[in-house]
C-alpha cells in the first residue's frame, strides 16, 4: 500500500538539496555517540606513527577524531560479502586504536539491524514491515531499519497519536470497549494528528467501533483521513476475519490494518498468505538481533 504513514524516514533525513541528516537525528547521533565514547574513554590524540586500518563493515563515524582521515569503500545499504574492505580509516595510531571498539561496536550493530531488516523485507512480498518503539538505541536504530528497507513507524510518542489498550482502560469500562474508543476518537485534535493516528484493538469488534468512529468523524470534517487499526496479538486468522468485516461494512477504505504481536521471521509466511493485513510491525526487526561480524586490521588490506 503505497503511502503509508508508517514511514518517518523524512524525520530522520532530508534529501533535498544537499542531502544530510535532520537536526532531530544529528541530536540523536550525538548524544548516542558521547555515552559511547565516553564509556569507552576514547580520545583523539595525536600521537604514534600514520597507520591504516580496515572496518570489515559500515555505517557510521563523526567529528571526534578529526585527525583521521575516512575512505567508505561502500555505499550506505550496499551489499557485502565476508572479507569487504568497507572502511579506511588513516590517522595517529593511538587515535586510531582509540575508536576502534566503538566503530566496530557501532557499525556492527547498525548493520546487522539492516541486515535483519532486509531478510524480512525479502520475505514480506506486498506486505510492508515496520520497527516498533521497542528499542536499545532509539533513533539509531529507526534508521538502521530504513536502510534496509523497513519503516520506522513512530519515532517518538509525540511524533505520531496512539490510542493504546491501556488508554481505552482510563475511559471507559471493560464491559463496554466500544463506547471507549468512540470517546477516544471524538476527543482526537484531528487537525495536529489526523494524518496519522493509531488505536490498538484486541478484537474484531473492537476493529468495526474504531472504524466506525473513525469514518463518522471523517465525514463530518469533509476528510478522507485513514485510521491506523493496530490487530493486537489477534494472530493472522483472526486478522483475516477483522478484514473480511470491514470491507462486508464498508469501512475497509477508512483503516489501514496492522498486525502486531508475536510475529517472527520464520513465521512470517503464515502472515502474509493468510492475514491480509497493510503493514506488519514487529520489535523482532531490530531487537535482540546479532551484530555482523566486523575487524579492524593495522595495515589490512
Known amino acids: 500500500m503505497e503511502g503509508l504513514p508508517h514511514d518517518r ?58 585527525s583521521c582521515d575516512l575512505i567508505w569503500n561502500v555505499e550506505e545499504g550496499q551489499d557485502i560479502t565476508v572479507g569487504s574492505q568497507i572502511l579506511s580509516i588513516s590517522g595517529p595510531s593511538d587515535s586510531v586504536l582509540s575508536c576502534e571498539r566503538v566503530v566496530l561496536n557501532i557499525l556492527g550493530r547498525l548493520s546487522g539491524i539492516t541486515t535483519r531488516t532486509a531478510e524480512w523485507v525479502s520475505e514480506s512480498g506486498d506486505v510492508s514491515i515496520a520497527c516498533t518503539r521497542k528499542t536499545a ?113 464498508e469501512l475497509r477504505d477508512w483503516c489501514i490494518l496492522e498486525g502486531s504481536g508475536g510475529v517472527t521471521l520464520d513465521g512470517l509466511h503464515t502472515w502474509i498468505e493468510s492475514s491480509m493485513v497493510d503493514v506488519i510491525s514487529s520489535s523482532s526487526v531490530n531487537m535482540g538481533v546479532p551484530s555482523l561480524d566486523l575487524s579492524m586490521l593495522i595495515g589490512g588490506s
Not at 576514547?42 to 563493515?57: C, H, K, L, P, Y
Not at 531499519?145 to 519515532?155: A, P, Q
Open 9 to 66: 524516514s523524512h524525520l530522520l533525513y532530508n534529501a533535498k538539496e544537499v542531502p544530510h541528516p535532520t537536526k532531530l537525528f544529528q541530536d540523536s547521533i550525538r548524544r548516542w555517540l558521547i555515552a559511547h565514547l565516553s564509556d569507552d574513554s576514547a580520545t583523539d590524540g595525536n600521537i604514534g606513527s600514520i597507520v591504516e586500518a580496515v572496518v570489515m563493515s559500515k555505517r557510521l563515524f563523526s567529528e571526534w577524531f578529526p
Open 137 to 249: 538505541w532509539g533513533l539509531m536504530d529507526k534508521w538502521a531499519v530504513h536502510v534496509g528497507g523497513g519503516l520506522t513507524h513512530r519515532l517518538s510518542r509525540t511524533d505520531a497519536l496512539m490510542i493504546k489498550e491501556n488508554d481505552l482502560s482510563v475511559i471507559g469500562s471493560k464491559d463496554d470497549v466500544g463506547s471507549a474508543i468512540s470517546s477516544a476518537i471524538s476527543s482526537i485534535d484531528f487537525e495536529k494528528s489526523g494524518g496519522f493516528v493509531v488505536i490498538e484493538v484486541q478484537d474484531s469488534a473492537q476493529a468495526i467501533s474504531a472504524a466506525e468512529s473513525w469514518s463518522e468523524n471523517q465525514k463530518i470534517r469533509g476528510r478522507e483521513e485513514r485510521i491506523v487499526i493496530l490487530l493486537d496479538n489477534m494472530g493472522p486468522d483472526e486478522c483475516r476475519s477483522t478484514e473480511i468485516l470491514l470491507r462486508e461494512s
